[in-house]
Structures are given as C-alpha cells and as structure tokens.
C-alpha cells in the first residue's frame, strides 16, 4: 500500500538508495547502541538500519503509517514503534542506566527547529544525533559570527552541540521533490558544558533579544535586558552588533544577566 505524502507533516520521502546507504555508514550503528529514528515515513531508512542494528525504535506522528511499517519491517529485525509527536516526546523513558541514545531521522522541514530544541534539552541522555535537514537550516546551525546565516539557532545549537555537514543531498533523492537542497548533520553533545546550566535560560533570553534587532548595536538591542555598563562588564563593547559575537561572548553576557536576575529577586 503506496502513502501519500502530507503536506501538514511536511512528510518528503527518501527513495535514494545510495543516499541512504552513506547515511546509514555515517550513523555506524555499534551492537549495544540504542538507536531511535524520528519520522521514520515509509521506512526508507528504517529498513536498512534496521538490518545494519538488529533493533530500532521509532517515533511517527502519522499513525496511518505505523502498522505499514511494522509489517514492512517484521522479518528484519526488532522495531519498536512509538505513535506521537517526538518533538512533545519524553526522551528520558527511552534509557537505562548506563545507556544514551542514538538518534537519526529525515525530520520534516516544518518541525525541524522545535524538534533540535527539543533534542538539546535531552542532550545529557544523548550520544549522537544524525539527521538529515533542509540546507539552509543546517548551514545556520554550523554558521560562525560574520556571516549572514549566524543567528540565534547557531549560537543556541553550539552551546549544546559540536556540528559538522556531513554531505549534502539533491531534490531528486525524495518524493515529492522538495524545492531546496538538503544536508545531512552531525550533533554531538559537548563533553563538558560550554555554559552551565543555570545560565542556559539566560543565554537564551540574551541570544533572542540581540538576534531579534540583529541590525541594531547591543546597546539598543538588549536594553530591556542590560545596560550599557553591564555589557561592557562582561568585556563586550555595548556598540557591537549580534552577528559579531563569539558564543563564548554570548555565554558572558548570559553570566551578567543571571546576577542580575538572581539579585533582583
């Protein structure tokens, strides 16, 4: 039975085998991993990780697309599938005590920046995340300051996760054909935290606000945040633009703000 794709789960099918053979040795699955697929469609990828692992869990929002899998699947391996939205999915029910999780997927463009956000607040439990994302997404999320594509996903994504583009993959590798270029990612979660957790809200907080007027100097775009003095008691210059500024400057300014908070209260 042939699933058509749906336009509201921003559902595009990968049919190129080649394509998903070299996922499949980017992702290198290793007995004893726990690899979880989220969005696994039609199960263009399911199928082949599943023979390269042996077990698999699955998340798909689509529940017509569930029994078809499971029977697509039944002679390949063990495939354990989840109904339910992944980017409202509890992460942590998946582990044991000394395991982390793979995770892998086509994520639909329409839900992939939730769906990373999301990801990165479980990054803890995770070992590694490879997915295969809209181009323009995956170059903002490994972009460095100066550029155009440097922005609040790429500060936000880097303080949780080392990026690297694996390799990039046309239209014609889906059905339907999307109208951009896509790349395949990896995220790894950073060994040791590059700002503490106490700070990630106020990092957050900074980042939106500065990337919100990126054209504006900090000094006007964080204003409702810290003044002019506060930002250069972080060794920033308050006349410094969003765009230019390291994540480590970021992290400073986050510090700054969370003192701030904690004495207000």
Do not use: W
Request: glycine share 6%; net charge positive.
């Amino acid at each position: 039975m042939h699933h058509r794709p749906r336009k509201r789960f921003g559902q595009h099918f990968l049919h190129d085998q080649s394509v998903l053979e070299r996922m499949v040795q980017a992702i290198h699955p290793r007995p004893g991993d726990v690899m979880v697929e989220i969005g696994p469609g039609e199960g263009a990828l399911t199928c082949p990780l599943l023979k390269a692992h042996g077990t698999l869990i699955a998340i798909e929002l689509d529940r017509d697309l569930a029994p078809m899998l499971e029977d697509k699947c039944r002679d390949i391996g063990t495939l354990t599938m989840l109904q339910g939205d992944a980017v409202q999915f509890d992460f942590s029910t998946l582990v044991s005590t000394d395991s982390r999780l793979r995770i892998a997927g086509n994520l639909p463009y329409n839900v992939s920046v939730p769906m990373l956000f999301c990801l990165a607040s479980h990054a803890a439990i995770i070992h590694d995340i490879h997915v295969l994302l809209q181009r323009e997404v995956a170059c903002r999320i490994a972009a460095q300051p100066g550029g155009g594509h440097y922005g609040r996903l790429s500060v936000m994504m880097q303080a949780t996760f080392e990026a690297a583009l694996l390799f990039d993959v046309g239209p014609g590798a889906f059905k339907p054909a999307p109208r951009v270029q896509s790349t395949f990612i990896r995220l790894l979660p950073h060994a040791a935290p590059v700002i503490d957790t106490a700070s990630t809200k106020a990092l957050a907080m900074t980042v939106t606000a500065a990337f919100s007027r990126r054209r504006k100097t900090l000094r006007n775009s964080l204003k409702s945040l810290l003044d002019s003095s506060q930002i250069q008691s972080a060794g920033i210059d308050p006349s410094r633009r969003a765009e230019t500024l390291s994540l480590r400057e970021f992290a400073s300014l986050a510090h700054v703000l969370e003192s701030n908070l904690n004495s207000s209260h």
